[in-house]
DNA sequence: TAGGTTAGGGGCAGGGACGA
DNA sequence: TCGTCCCTGCCCCTAACCTA
């Protein structure tokens, strides 16, 4: 039985997530939690433990999914009240200097010292560079392989109305994702089904994954796609992408292609988590990627469900947390 | 032939998955 | 345990093509 549901207490879930020194690492180890073999500590980069693997090629008649990573299914939602998403048990803060080289930032710390760090948001951070020295948080790695020790979590921009925290690391959203789906906050997304089984990194086709594949006790199992927005329009509409993303492209129609090939019994979804709190609605970039736009709508027409989430940088002197703020948002594909 | 434009491809950093 | 593969997409370099 493939079935495998940790009963975690409300005491020990709490006790864990006050312990800062301990907590992401815990989250993280059973958010990839395998059967047998256990896992190397993550680091608190380790949000790219839902790195995605994919690869170009031709859309294949979707294959069979293949095992990926079992994620522990948290019975009882003991933080329900926090739905604490994502924990980072040491934050730095700094000042932006310079992003340049796609993955690299120079931050002056607090003690004026200048660090290059490792900025794992490949985009052209549309709305997050504007600010000269914006603030910015860190989290910080004990890796010794790693070349730069520091990494970019988190930029403050000025959002017309006051300063707003928005995280730039583009695949902690998994993660996230990943946690919601595990404590059961994402209803809306999943059905109100009980989920009895949850898989990350699911190979679909030859040359692709999907990032959640959820298994309920209801009819239909979940192929969920997770991406990573931060750039938000002035009416207060968040947007994705922020650059023409054939790979999102793609992304879509292989969802199109799901849903085409497995009928109902299948249920593609697309979660777009919104790394900052201040949208009140979504919208696929009609702006920066038309075609993108006009994929999300026939994937809409198509029965592949769209849904947005935003969530929220929690910090306290030096660690944070990000929050998963009440949703979903209103997610609009006709216009 | 020279200059300008466009297209294509590789490199970049980090880290998880997978196979040997 | 280790090596390899692959993901992100911008940036830069080179090649190909077009025009004067």
Known sequence: MLQRISLVTMAATRRRLRSSSSATKELLDDLVAAPKKPKRAPKVATANAMA?????????????????????????????????????????????????????AD??????????????????????????????????????????????????????????????????????????????????????????KITAEVKHTAHSRIDFVVETNGPKTFYIEVKSVTLRMDNGRAVFPDTVSTRAQKHVDELIALRASHGTSIQPTIVFLIQRRDSTSFAPSTVHDPAFAALCASAKAAGVHLFAYACELITSSDAGHIVLLPGPLPVHTDD
């Open 52 to 104: 995605k693997e994919r690869t170009s090629g031709t859309r294949a008649k979707a294959a069979v999914a293949k095992p990926g990573k079992s994620l522990d299914i948290v019975a009882l939602a003991a933080d329900a009240d926090a739905r604490i998403v994502y924990t980072y048990p040491r934050l730095v803060q700094g000042k932006l200097l310079k992003r340049y080289k796609r993955f690299l």
């Open 107 to 196: 931050i002056q710390l607090a003690n004026d010292e200048v660090v290059t760090v490792h900025c794992p948001n490949t985009g052209p951070m549309i709305g997050l560079l504007d600010l000269p020295l914006a603030n910015v948080q860190l989290s910080v790695s004990d890796n010794p392989k790693r070349k730069y020790a520091h990494t970019l979590e988190q930029i403050q921009v000025h959002n017309g109305r006051g300063l707003e925290w928005v995280g730039v690391h583009s695949m902690s959203a998994n993660a996230m994702v990943g946690n919601a789906l595990r404590h059961g906050w994402l209803p809306d997304v999943v059905g109100h089904a009980l989920i009895t």
